[in-house]
């Protein structure tokens, strides 16, 4: 390990901000770019060495290679986290579009999912109810296995910690449905006040066994519960579809629809923890439609 790739793994892992997920997708991001700067012939003694040189060779690296626009964004944002670190926060600039990022299309096809209580049946138990946890709360899997329903229930609403959720961003999900309060409460007869990682187990040792089992019995959409839970909640506080479902896009609305469509985005953001109207268009499908007919 080089000079650079120690000084990054030390303060990556230093940083205790974040889900354990996050920092160690950081960390080693942090280290390919590492090992990519070596390889473009750039040896810096540490991470304050970083110059908008580096900067550029590297997205210039990405571009060559034809990494996808999500792969080169979320690269981008491990680099302003570096920078950040170092107190260089100017070196990246603050906009992909001006280093020829483009901008990513939000909608890619209706992703939604809800794996079948047939498929459910035949995972282990503790990996069923963090399946259904995802598709009732629009939990990550990594919150879903962290998660503790001693701690959380709230009776009319979910307090999600921080140490759980990503980014360190802790946020509430109501609780509005029978079914909702029937599964926490199998939940808490499960587990009682722990979680659904087993005792002695380390998540990411659970975490890559669920994801090996799922995978096994053909459940390759862990992700598509949440786009599922965000059309489910769409549908329940305005009483349509969502476009990615069918529903009207925003131009074939009323007045008094538009202003529904705003609520229930900016609220479903909240839920699954993003709190950004823009991201909405990724689960729910895009407001308009000439964006929309560009992602499918």
């Not at 290679?65 to 570096?82: A, D, E, I, P, Q």
């Amino acid at each position: 390990m080089d000079a650079l790739a120690y000084d990054l793994k030390t303060i990556a892992l230093g940083d205790g901000v974040g889900s354990y997920l996050t920092r160690n997708q950081r960390h080693r991001g942090l280290q390919l770019m590492a090992r990519e700067l070596r390889g473009l012939g750039f040896k810096l003694p540490a991470a304050s060495s970083l110059k908008p040189r580096h900067v550029e060779a590297l997205v210039g690296h990405w571009q060559t290679s034809r990494l996808s626009t999500g792969t080169m964004k979320n690269r981008m944002g491990w680099l302003r986290w570096w920078a950040g670190r170092v107190r260089k926060p100017n070196v990246v600039p603050r906009d992909n579009q001006s280093v020829g990022i483009e901008k990513r299309v939000a909608f890619n096809g209706n992703r939604a999912h809800v794996t079948p209580i047939e498929q459910l049946a035949t995972l282990p138990y503790r990996m069923q109810l963090a399946l259904r946890l995802q598709m009732a709360f629009g939990l990550r899997l990594e919150e879903s296995l962290k998660f503790r329903v001693s701690h959380a229930d709230k009776g009319d609403r979910l307090a999600m910690q921080s140490s759980w959720c990503k980014g360190g961003r802790a946020r509430e999900v109501p609780v509005t449905h029978p079914r909702q309060r029937a599964l926490l409460d199998e939940l808490r007869e499960a587990v009682g006040d722990g979680s659904l990682i087993p005792q002695g187990t380390r998540y990411i040792d659970f975490r890559k066994e669920v994801e090996r089992v799922t995978w096994g019995a053909g459940i390759r959409n862990l992700h598509g519960h949440r786009h599922w839970y965000a059309q489910w909640r769409y549908q329940a506080l305005t009483g349509r579809p969502c476009p990615a479902a069918g529903g009207a896009t925003y131009e074939r609305m009323s007045r008094a629809e538009k202003a529904a469509d705003f609520r229930a985005r900016m609220q479903i953001s909240n839920e699954l923890g993003h709190g950004r109207l823009a991201v909405t268009d990724t689960y729910l499908g895009s407001r308009f439609a000439k964006a929309q007919n560009r992602g499918t």
